[in-house]
């Protein structure tokens, strides 16, 4: 069973750019969340999806957007970068999401502002 | 943004050595959860707590979730070198609405052959 894909893993921005990441949860998993991870602030949680919904989000910036596709597979937007969005972001798949629902994360995306 | 309390927040022990690390928090959570993430990777699951006072095991690992809801700790008995890592509590409310993972601080583990 495959599991969480995230691409790209690295990623060079330049501050105002906008980038994409990608995420592929495990086969029959409906819902996908994304949380960053920073030195600072640890994990910190942004969205999840489920059944191409956005069911909850974080506190985060507009400029932080995501979508979810009928296959399940997920990306999450960033848009006018800003160096502080530098960080691991990472995918996470379960089944429902609900109680009960283990979570398994992907390797994540190193994205770098400079 | 709310986090759990961990701690603590490094340990430098000896192989052979057992270790335990807790998490409290001033909300309940319905599930608790004990990763471990390695450089360069993603959390890893390593133990899944869904019942006040649950007691659950995997391989030298024991984590228990607290009667009130609002704690967990993590045992590691027996440690050897590839446990070293950073370990995260979570805990999951879930609910029709949508669920999220709040996540501790994490403690870093290095372990001294």
């Known amino acids: 069973k495959a599991g969480v894909t995230q691409t790209p893993r690295y990623l060079i921005k330049t501050r105002g750019q906008q980038v994409t990441l990608s995420c592929s949860p495990i086969?029959?998993?409906?819902?996908v969340s994304w949380y960053q991870q920073t030195p600072g602030q640890g994990l910190q949680f942004l969205f999840e999806y489920f059944s191409e919904t956005q069911r909850n989000k974080g506190n985060f910036p507009g400029r932080f957007s995501g979508r979810q596709f009928s296959n399940s597979r997920s990306e999450m937007n960033v848009s006018t970068l800003e160096l502080g969005d530098s960080a691991l972001y990472l995918c996470a798949s379960s089944l429902e999401g609900r109680q009960g629902g283990g979570y398994t994360f992907g390797s994540g995306t190193r994205l770098t502002v400079v | 943004g709310q986090q759990l309390n961990q701690s603590p927040q490094s340990m430098f022990i000896q192989e052979g050595e057992d270790v335990s690390m807790n998490c409290t928090s001033s909300s309940i959570f319905n599930t608790w959860l004990w990763y471990k993430q390695e450089p360069g990777e993603g959390p890893v699951l390593l133990i899944a707590l869904y019942k006040a006072g649950e007691l659950t095991s995997n391989g030298r690992l024991t984590a228990q979730f607290g009667i009130t809801r609002k704690d967990s700790f993590l045992n590691i008995s027996a440690s050897i070198p590839s446990d070293v890592g950073i370990y995260f509590c979570?805990?999951?409310?879930?609910?029709?609405?949508?669920?999220?993972?709040?996540f501790g601080e994490g403690t870093q583990l290095t372990v001294n052959p």
């Open positions: 979570a805990g999951l409310r879930g609910g029709t609405s949508g669920s999220r993972l709040t």
């Open positions: 086969s029959g998993h409906r819902s």
